[in-house]
């Protein structure tokens, strides 16, 4: 089977259409593809927005329901689409939902694809809980090899207490 | 030419400048990567996941989603 990234794409968008996320945005190593020089990954990571998010904690189960209906199979944490793991991260925080309301609609081969922007992937990477040696490696070459916008960046780190290296 | 303090002036070194071309091509490289279509970039992608799999097996078990995309559903997919 070949691989079909697009249709790793298309399916998050279809999950939004068809009311299973309110809202998503890839973001991790992928989102990298669509802003940097590409680096080794496994999988997909699509941050997302569930409705009726009232209670305190939150299940992933209808994502996985509509995966299943679908034809896509689960793999431990992850769902296989397109040939390719697709694990799908609630959003954590404010900063989480921020990135993903704020993230860039570009287009991969015909598909429309919500990708986190530049500025707020470096911020999730600096979060204290994600701050690796492998991720600050990213945050370096966002800065150095993307087009940054300073003004947003700074805004950002400003209000979620973040620091760069 | 780039020696160390206590070095004979013997040992062959590169020039600063033939070190600046070869650093000039590195960043020739990584601009060309960084201008490659999304699709291109997803199989680069592909690509490292190839070298960078053995490696990773060398080291320990690999897990249920680390294959390389391209082998999905051809039998070579770690399970």
């Not at chain 1, 299943?68 to 989480?96: R, S, T």
């Not at chain 1, 966002?142 to 940054?148: D, N, Q, T």
């Amino acid at each position: 089977m070949a691989v079909n990234f697009a249709a790793a794409l298309a399916a998050s968008e279809r999950m939004k259409r068809e009311g299973v996320l309110t809202n998503y945005a890839v973001g991790g190593a992928m989102a990298l593809v669509f802003w940097t020089e590409p680096v080794a990954t496994f999988d997909l990571d699509v941050f997302v927005l569930l409705p009726g998010e009232t209670t305190l904690l939150i299940s992933l189960d209808p994502i996985y329901r509509w995966a299943a209906a679908n034809g896509y199979p689960a793999e431990g944490e992850h769902i296989v689409i397109g040939g390719i793991p697709v694990q799908f991260i609630p959003a954590h925080n404010a900063l989480a939902d921020e990135a993903i309301e704020q993230a860039a609609t570009l287009d991969y081969e015909g598909v429309p694809v919500r990708v986190i922007r530049p500025e707020h992937l470096i911020a999730l990477y600096l979060e204290p809980s994600a701050r690796t040696a492998k991720r600050l490696q990213r945050v370096a070459a966002l800065r150095e090899e993307s087009v940054i916008d300073a003004a947003l960046l700074d805004s950002i780190l400003r209000r979620y207490n973040l620091e760069l290296p | 030419m780039n020696r160390g303090p206590n070095e004979p002036a013997t040992t062959p070194r590169p020039s600063v400048e033939l070190l600046e071309r070869l650093r000039d091509d590195k960043r020739r490289l990584h601009a060309a990567a960084r201008a490659l279509s999304p699709a291109e970039k997803v199989q680069r992608v592909i690509d490292l996941q190839r070298i960078v799999l053995p490696q990773i097996a060398r080291r320990r078990a690999l897990r249920s989603h680390e294959f390389v995309w391209d082998d999905a559903g051809t039998g070579k997919a770690a399970k």
